[in-house]
């Protein structure tokens, strides 16, 4: 199994350019997560998906969009892209509220 | 909302000590995750814990759910230990985590 499978791994945008982060994942999950890791913070919740067609803000969603089509694609949408935006983006899904979650490799997106 | 805190935030070990990471909580909570950060930087799961205690080789977690108080140990310290621990507070009600900062470990050999 794939597990949870984020694109790119690395990224350098100019300030100003949008981008879309990739999120999939092949467990059947219902649960999905963006957390942005800065350093020497814990992980922020960005948005959250509880199933296909629901999201919801995290912690910290201004700048972002996300959108869940599908119960296995939870994309990460930066429309302007902000210096301070720049950060280590993780995906996550679990199979329901109270469970483990499953960690992408993460992003590492430098913005210019 | 809820405070998440860890200490140490770094610590260093000689290959065979007992390790302790503690983590504390300022809210009421459902469960307690603590998960590992490799130095490539993927995050797994260690453990998912609501009271008591669990075991998993040679990482142990408890949780004092009077005290909003929870420790990962680990017996028997090896180089490979070598991550960031990071817990996080699953409150009763709520689908998000809040997370500590992580206590970074290097174990010596």
């Known amino acids: 199994n794939a597990g949870v499978t984020q694109t790119p791994k690395f990224r350098i945008l100019k300030i100003g350019q949008s981008m879309t982060l990739q999120c999939a994942q092949d467990?059947?999950?219902?649960?999905m997560y963006w957390y942005r890791q800065d350093p020497g913070m814990g992980l922020k919740l960005i948005y959250y998906?509880?199933?296909?067609?629901?999201?919801d803000k995290g912690e910290v969603p201004n700048g972002y969009n996300v959108s869940r089509s599908t119960t296995e694609d939870f994309p990460l949408r930066l429309e302007l892209a902000a210096p301070s935006q720049t950060s280590v983006y993780f995906c996550?899904?679990?199979?329901?509220?109270?469970?483990?979650?499953?960690f992408g490799d993460g992003t590492r997106l430098s913005i210019l | 909302k809820n405070e998440v805190e860890q200490s140490p935030q770094n610590l260093t070990a000689q290959e065979g000590e007992f390790i302790t990471i503690n983590c504390s909580y300022s809210?009421?909570?459902?469960?307690l995750h603590w998960l590992q950060q490799h130095p490539g930087g993927g995050i797994v799961s260690l453990f998912m814990l609501s009271s008591g205690k669990k075991k998993h080789g040679r990482l142990i977690a408890t949780i004092n759910i009077q005290e909003k108080h929870s420790s990962l140990h680990i017996t028997a310290s090896h180089p490979r230990d070598s991550a960031v621990y990071i817990c996080?507070?699953?409150?009763?009600?709520?689908?998000?985590?809040?997370f500590g900062k992580g206590t970074k470990l290097t174990v010596n050999p």
């Open positions: 467990m059947n999950h219902n649960y």
């Open positions: 809210v009421g909570i459902s469960a």
């Open positions: 998906s509880v199933g296909a067609g629901i999201t």
């Open positions: 996080a507070a699953e409150e009763g009600g709520s689908e998000k985590l809040v």
């Open positions: 996550a899904s679990s199979n329901r509220y109270g469970q483990p979650q499953h």
